[in-house]
């Protein structure tokens, strides 16, 4: 059974870094494409980034482009994601994602993490 787990999330003020990792057990994370979703309340979830299973290709949101990365290491089943000048409107939960397929549609992915809280505020 796969499963993932995210760790990294905190309290930080806006201008600030923070480093998300998530965890994938069960098979080896290369068989997956990865991606990064987030979520407020009230809200449905959100694309944030997507990197292919070797790291060739990586895609990121308008709204976190050239201020958040995404990259894997397989050889250890992690996944990242290094946040810098962070902003009041990225506070959210921050899940990762695994899927087979090349995609950025939160409804195609069926392996989530359980999540963890970016709170960006002074």
């Known amino acids: 059974q796969v499963q993932l787990a995210e760790s990294g999330g905190a309290s930080v003020q806006p201008g600030g870094s923070l480093r998300l990792s998530c965890a994938v057990t069960g098979r080896p994370m290369s068989d997956f494409c990865m991606a990064w979703f987030r979520q407020v309340p009230g809200r449905g979830r959100e694309f944030v980034a997507l990197i292919s299973r070797w790291s060739s290709d990586t895609f990121h949101a308008g709204s976190v482009k050239g201020r958040f990365r995404i990259s894997r290491d397989n050889g250890r089943n992690l996944l990242f994601l290094q946040m810098e000048e962070l902003k009041s409107e990225d506070t959210a939960v921050y899940y990762c994602?695994?899927?087979?397929?090349?995609?950025?549609?939160?409804?195609?992915?069926?392996?989530w993490g359980q999540g963890t809280q970016v709170t960006v505020s002074s």
């Open positions: 994602a695994a899927n087979p397929e090349w995609t950025s549609e939160a409804a195609d992915f069926a392996l």
